[in-house]
Each structure stands twice: as structure tokens, then as C-alpha cells.
């Protein structure tokens, strides 16, 4: 089937050049269109064709036929200043066919018309093109008049809340579905939703980014539109909580920067993008951690009907996702039975657990490893009590994606008999108890590293019985 398709487009081909062909004899038949014609098509320098359209302004209809289907014309001729002077001054010695032609020339050029400092001279033109045919209002109220006209037209599309394809072909606009112009269009207008949408909440917006394959469109130097994508996603969002889709789309795509740096889609997407926009992520997928690691204790405490597991949950969930949502967070790891993520395969075949490390010798025990200023917190989903590191042996790797496999004495009784070995301050442990008290020691000593809203982390519960 594809082997016809490309038959089919080899026929097309050769039809259109033998068009071309025909069309070129034809109007080369006339003598002097032939001489400029020769002498246009071969892009002779700039001062040498203003030469001759000043004094032969009637080569401008020549000039012009030849931009049509050839863009590096476009760019050194009808974009430039002196040219455009020209054209503003012999308007009236254009053919109607010549007008038809600049028009579509700008329209199927408008990325490279709106960064040209021309692009004022050629929009007169353009508009008393239009305004002869009576059809200059839908441009204008499209924005494709406006001095930046692919984004104006972008945001008159969400204005109006339709597709840009809707709008073009409900107002009959001269843009080629598969012209250069509609590409960069849709590529704006995805960029510009994502810039409107709330994150946070459950858009299908990321399946149809996905689907479209527009993560792998090049736009500029070795930048592709999947890197603009990210950074719209991650610019200025200091939030960490939002809808999975979103996370989910760009790990499918760019996978986690937390893993191994030398990995081919570390090096094609986060190599390229500044370190800000890898944190930013970092700190949402830390928050996906903590949810995670909460599901995990609120479904072993259903399982096996703790009921003093279940009364903690709430105050334990209200602390993790409260520091999380401040963004003290600079790291996590978690860490889970390998039942557990077998488990979680199933249930979410989609999420990404390639950072999430095997927990051994723990039993049904998860646990959670975070980074929040110069303390190291280590966390248990039950009979795990609350740990706080002041320092932590770089040995233990807790953040080497190439070891994705611990066992549970590594963030106990290792790391603590190190600490004392080195002269550091014994591990801070609080045993986690029905009334909080655990719970105020552990937001006090945080509290002395980083500046919290502790409203945050603590339960409408605990504030009203004063347990702070």
C-alpha cells in the first residue's frame, strides 16, 4: 500500500513539473517577459534587480511570478525594504494576476512576512489587493493584517473558541491546508492553549499533541516543537499538582530527567532546555511520588483494616502533599516492593515507573526518600518511623537511576551507623502516633531549614484541636 502511495505521489510529481513546464513555454513565448524571467530565476544580487525594476517597473509582474514557487526569491526580494518601495510605487502596474499571486505570497508566507522590517510597505499593497475584491473584512477581523499576523490570527481562534482549520475554511481564506503558513498556525495555536489551559485539570488536550506528532516537528537551530511544547507546559507554573496527563505526556515522550543523563531522550529534550525547566519538573514529579506513595499506604491500610493506619492517613497525606505544594521538594525517590509495582503495571499501564527502585528485605513496606533544603527525609508506609538525615552518604545512590534495586537497611541502620562513624549528628527518628505528636517535631525541624506556611501541613482537625 505504501509502495502505491508512493507510486501515486511519483505520477503527481511528474504531472505537476510537466504543468510547470507548459506554463513556463507558454509566457516565455513573449521576449521580454522571457529576459526577465532568465534573468530573475537565477536570483541575481539584490542591487542588480532594483536596477531593473526601477526602470523597468513592469518586470515587477515578472519578479513577482517567480517568488511564487520559489521562497529564497521571497526572502531576498519581496521581503526587502527597497523592493517593497518599488512595489508601493508601481501598484498600478500590476496585473490582476500579478495582485492574485502577491496575495498568496503573503498568505502562504506570513512567518516570514511578519519578522521582515518590509512588512508594513507589503501590507498596504496586500489590503488594496483585498479591498479591490471586497473581501478585506474577514482578514482583518482574522488578524492576518495585523504586523504579527500568526499570532493574532492564533488568538482570535481561541477567542472564538474554533479550530484554525474551522475558521479558514468557514471564511473561505486563501491558506493551503498543507501550506507553510497553516503548519506554523497550528503550531501556535497549540502552544497558546496549553499556555491557557488549567494544568490541573483533565484536558484531552495532551492525546491530541500526542497523536498529532507534534513533539517531533524541527523548528529552529536543533530545537524541536516537542521542546516548546515542554516549556510552555513548565514556564511560570510554580504549581506541582497537575492532571496526570500532562505528566504523563511528557514522560512518554522526553522520559524522566531524573534518570540516566546518557540515555538517547535525556540527550534529545532535556540537554536542550535550561536547567529551570528540569527542576520545575523534578519538583511536579515529586508530588506524583508522594501521591503514589499515599495510595500505597491508604491501600494496605484498607487490605488489612488498620484502623490506627487509616486514622493517620489523613494527617499523613497533609504533611507529604503540604510541603510538596509549597515547592521546598528538590528531590524524591521512591521506593517499592516489587509486588507493589507489579501491581500498579496493572492498574495504570500507562505511568511511568522506570525511577521507581525495588525496596527489598521490607515486606509489604514503601517508602519514600525526599530532599527539602539540607535535610534528607526518609518516610514508611507503616511500622517505618519518620527519619531525618542531616547528611547522607553519597555510597548509598539513593538518586543513581542505574541502581533500581534497595535493600530496606540502606535507609536505617546503614546510613545511621555511617553518620556516627563520621562525627554527623545522630538521625533524627519520630514514631508515628495517633495524636500528631510526631508530627509537630517533624515540622518543627523543618521549619528551622526553610521558611513553610505550616497552615499547609496540618489537618482542619489537628488546627481546631490544637495539636501544632
Known amino acids: 500500500m505504501i509502495i502505491d502511495w508512493g507510486d501515486n505521489l511519483r505520477k503527481w510529481q511528474d504531472f505537476t513539473n510537466d504543468i510547470e513546464s507548459i506554463l513556463i513555454d507558454v509566457i516565455t513565448s513573449d521576449s521580454s517577459f522571457k529576459k526577465y524571467f532568465t534573468y530573475f530565476r537565477s536570483l541575481p544580487e539584490l542591487d542588480g534587480v532594483l536596477d531593473v525594476i526601477s526602470t523597468n517597473p513592469d518586470s515587477l509582474n515578472v519578479l513577482i511570478f517567480i517568488s511564487k514557487s520559489n521562497v529564497l526569491a521571497i526572502e531576498k526580494y519581496i521581503l526587502n525594504q527597497k523592493v517593497c518601495k518599488v512595489l508601493v510605487k508601481n501598484e ?27 512588512n508594513q510597505q507589503l501590507l498596504s499593497i496586500i489590503k488594496n489587493v483585498l479591498r479591490s475584491q471586497q473581501i478585506e473584512e474577514k482578514y482583518v477581523k482574522t488578524g492576518l493584517l495585523n504586523s504579527k499576523p500568526i499570532k493574532k490570527f492564533v488568538e482570535y481562534s481561541i477567542s472564538q473558541k474554533k479550530e484554525p482549520k474551522d475558521i479558514i475554511l468557514d471564511e473561505s481564506l486563501s491558506i493551503g491546508l498543507s501550506s507553510d503558513t497553516f503548519r506554523r498556525i497550528e503550531h501556535e495555536y497549540v502552544l497558546e492553549l496549553i499556555k491557557n489551559v488549567d494544568l490541573r485539570a483533565k484536558s484531552q488536550l495532551p492525546k491530541k499533541i500526542l497523536q498529532s506528532d507534534y513533539f517531533n516537528v524541527p523548528i529552529e537551530d536543533e ?42 531522550k535525556y540527550i534529545m529534550w532535556w540537554q536542550k532546555l535550561d536547567k529551570i525547566y528540569i527542576e520545575r519538573f523534578i519538583k511536579i514529579l515529586s508530588h506524583q511520588d508522594i501521591l503514589l506513595f499515599l495510595d500505597a499506604i491508604s491501600e494496605y491500610a484498607r487490605e488489612t483494616n488498620n484502623i490506627a493506619m487509616k486514622r493517620m492517613y489523613k494527617s499523613r497525606k497533609q504533611l507529604l502533599s503540604g510541603l510538596s505544594l509549597q515547592g521546598v521538594i528538590t528531590e524524591s525517590r521512591l521506593f517499592l516492593p516489587r509486588q507493589m509495582k507489579i501491581y500498579l503495571n496493572k492498574k495504570r ?57 534497595f535493600h530496606i537497611d540502606a535507609f536505617s541502620s546503614k546510613i545511621a551507623s555511617y553518620q556516627v562513624r563520621n562525627g554527623y549528628p545522630r538521625p533524627i527518628s519520630y514514631t508515628h502516633d495517633p495524636h500528631s505528636r510526631w508530627k509537630v517535631r517533624v515540622i518543627r525541624v523543618i521549619s528551622n531549614e526553610v521558611k513553610l506556611d505550616t497552615n499547609m501541613l496540618y489537618t482542619d482537625e489537628e488546627i481546631r484541636f490544637g495539636r501544632r
Not at 500590476?94 to 498568505?107: A, G, H, I, P
Open 349 to 405: 499501564p500507562d505511568l511511568d515507573l522506570s525511577f521507581v527502585a525495588d525496596l527489598r528485605g521490607g515486606g509489604d513496606k514503601c517508602l519514600i526518600y525526599l530532599k527539602v533544603a539540607g535535610l534528607y527525609i526518609i518516610e514508611g508506609s507503616h511500622n517505618f518511623a519518620f527519619r531525618i538525615f542531616r547528611h547522607i552518604p553519597r555510597a548509598t545512590n539513593l538518586m543513581k537511576a542505574e541502581i533500581g534495586s
Open 223 to 264: 530545537l524541536l516543537l516537542g521542546h516548546k511544547i515542554i516549556m510552555a507546559i513548565l514556564n511560570d507554573r510554580e504549581e506541582v499538582n497537575i492532571h496526570s496527563y500532562w505528566i504523563e505526556l511528557i514522560l512518554k515522550v522526553a522520559s524522566d530527567p531524573r534518570t540516566v543523563k546518557t540515555s538517547p
Open 92 to 118: 498600478s502596474l500590476l496585473t490582476e494576476f500579478s495582485k492574485r499571486q502577491l496575495l498568496s505570497v503573503y498568505l502562504e508566507n506570513l512567518f516570514l512576512v511578519q519578522t521582515s522590517e518590509s
